[in-house]
T-cell receptor, first 115, second 111 residues
Framework: AQSVAQPEDQVKVAEGNPLTVKCTYSVSGNPYLFWYVQYPNRGLQFLLKYITGDNLVKGSYGFEAEFNKSQTSFHLKKPSALVSDSALYFCAVRHGSSNTGKLIFGQGTTLQVKP | EAQVTQNPRYLITVTGKKLTVTCSQNMNHEYMSWYRQDPGLGLRQIYYSMNVEVTDKGDVPEGYKVSRKEKRNFPLILESPSPNQTSLYFC??????????FGAGTRLSVL
């Protein structure tokens, strides 16, 4: 069965420091992996995705994520955090090779960036 | 402007009173989904649709119905709402199995 785990409910970093939000997944076959961000009282917005190719993917707002097949991880990173990055972040996985619309989300990680 | 529109944004109702939350997208996307968001549980998929007249259950379909009679619309129906369906609901659309575009959400309270 497909699953996604975000092991940290909350991540706190100081502005200007690097940040990492962790995600591990379980899916048979090739995964389609996504990161979304949710600001207060808003819907989710797409940040980046991994479908195939280069393991390091770059996305919106300076975020990037590294796909690690052996560790089944897709951690979200940013070299220098901004206060405006404070939000709720979701990792999601879809089975790549099956014709299904099923998408599994992690439970979310709240990122707090302090000035 | 490309968007997914949900209505209403806020809804308070009573147990057992049928309700419908509408969702419409203007991007000609094949895929549409409904999710509920609950604290500590993230987003859980209720139902999804891969095209007109093609729908399938997600992880938490009990107590919900959907229909996809037109490509742009994907309403969520609660025939007999119960308090455990109090939640924040999101509709999303996507081209095939790619990026999802989310609506602004519907906050539902069932008393």
């Amino acid at each position: 069965a497909q699953s996604v785990a975000q092991p940290e409910d909350q991540v706190k970093v100081a502005e200007g420091n690097p940040l990492t939000v962790k995600c591990t997944y379980s899916v048979s076959g090739n995964p389609y992996l996504f990161w979304y961000v949710q600001y207060p009282n808003r819907g989710l917005q797409f940040l980046l995705k991994y479908i195939t190719g280069d393991n390091l993917v770059k996305g919106s707002y300076g975020f990037e994520a590294e796909f690690n097949k052996s560790q089944t991880s897709f951690h979200l990173k940013k070299p220098s955090a901004l206060v405006s990055d404070s939000a709720l972040y979701f990792c999601a996985v879809r089975h790549g090779s099956s014709n299904t619309g099923k998408l599994i989300f992690g439970q979310g990680t709240t990122l707090q960036v302090k000035p | 402007e490309a968007q997914v529109t949900q209505n209403p944004r806020y809804l308070i109702t009573v147990t057992g009173k049928k309700l419908t939350v509408t969702c419409s997208q203007n991007m000609n996307h094949e895929y549409m989904s409904w999710y509920r968001q609950d604290p500590g549980l993230g987003l859980r998929q209720i139902y999804y649709s891969m095209n007109v007249e093609v729908t399938d259950k997600g992880d938490v379909p009990e107590g919900y119905k959907v229909s996809r009679k037109e490509k742009r619309n994907f309403p969520l129906i609660l025939e007999s709402p119960s308090p455990n369906q109090t939640s924040l609901y999101f509709c999303a659309s996507s081209p095939a199995r790619d990026i999802q575009y989310f609506g602004a959400g519907t906050r539902l309270s069932v008393l």
